[in-house]
């Protein structure tokens, strides 16, 4: 059973930065393709960005494109999400996510592991 617990959200004008960190423990996650999502209030979850096992590639929400990067070190067992140019619009709880599945998977939400989220706040 990995569990997964982020942390690094918080308060940040806009124009800002961020970097969330996703650690895991209870099992490695060099073997899962890994996700952040995020859900604002009153607003479904969404994804922002995905990168596979073999953190070979990434992929980025429209929204985030260019301002965010995923990343993750497996030796740390620890993936990233940095994000830049922060917007009010990006507020929200930030969830990592685990899959053994597909890249596709994780864009569906489709995941085995879920962390408990951390909040951003993004002020104008």
């Known amino acids: 059973q990995v569990q997964l617990v982020e942390s690094g959200g918080g308060l940040v004008q806009a124009g800002g930065s961020l970097r969330l960190s996703c650690a895991a423990s209870?099992?490695?996650?060099?073997?899962?393709?890994m996700g952040w999502f995020r859900q604002a209030p009153g607003k479904e979850r969404e994804f922002v960005a995905a990168?596979?096992?073999?953190?070979?590639?990434?992929f980025y929400a429209d929204s985030v494109k260019g301002r965010f990067t995923i990343s993750r070190d497996n030796a740390k067992n620890t993936v990233y999400l940095q994000m830049n140019s922060l917007k009010p619009e990006d507020a929200a709880v930030y969830y990592c996510?685990?899959?053994?599945?597909?890249?596709?998977?994780?864009?569906?939400?489709?995941?085995?592991?879920w962390g408990q989220g951390t909040q951003v706040t993004v002020s104008s």
């Open positions: 990168i596979t096992w073999s953190a070979g590639s990434t």
């Open positions: 209870g099992g490695t996650i060099s073997i899962y393709n």
């Open positions: 996510a685990a899959g053994r599945g597909s890249i596709w998977s994780i864009f569906r939400q489709q995941v085995d592991y």
